[in-house]
C-alpha cells in the first residue's frame, strides 16, 4: 500500500512529535537542574509522561489515516505509563527516604504510631 498522507496530517504529527521531544529535553533540564534526588524526581516523570503522550497521539494519528481504520493500540503505551509513573515515583521518594535515615542524613523522622500528623498553618 503506497498511500500519501495529507499535509495536514503530516503537519499535526510532526508538531506533536516537536513537543514530545521539547518536554523530553525540559524534563532533562529540570533533571540536571535540580540539586537533591527528590527534588529531581518531578522534572522527568511530568514531562516524560506528556511527551510520551504526545508521541502515541501522533503515532495514532498517523497509523489511523494511513490505515483508514481507528488505531488505538499506541495509546495503551500512554495508559500503561500513566498508571506506572506514579507509582515507581513513590517507591523510589521511599527508598531514598530510608536510605537518608539510615545514614542519619537531613532527612525527617518517621511519624509514631499512635502520633497525629503535624498541622500545617
Do not use: K
Not at 5 to 27: H, K, Q
Not at 42 to 54: E, G, M, R
Amino acid at each position: 500500500m503506497n498511500f500519501a498522507l495529507p499535509s495536514w496530517i503530516e503537519g499535526i504529527v510532526a508538531l506533536l512529535l516537536v513537543a514530545g521531544g521539547l518536554l523530553a529535553l525540559t524534563g532533562a533540564i529540570g533533571l540536571l537542574r535540580y540539586g537533591d534526588f527528590f527534588r529531581r524526581m518531578h522534572p522527568p516523570a511530568l514531562a516524560t509522561t506528556l511527551s510520551a503522550l504526545c508521541v502515541t497521539l501522533a503515532s495514532s494519528i498517523h497509523f489511523s489515516v494511513l490505515e483508514q481504520q481507528l488505531a488505538l493500540h499506541p495509546l495503551l503505551i500512554n495508559a500503561l505509563l500513566a498508571i506506572t509513573a506514579p507509582v515507581t515515583t513513590v517507591l523510589l521518594a521511599r527508598a531514598a527516604l530510608a536510605r537518608g535515615r539510615d545514614m542519619s542524613a537531613d532527612v525527617p523522622p518517621p511519624l509514631a504510631a499512635n502520633e497525629p500528623p503535624p498541622q500545617r498553618r
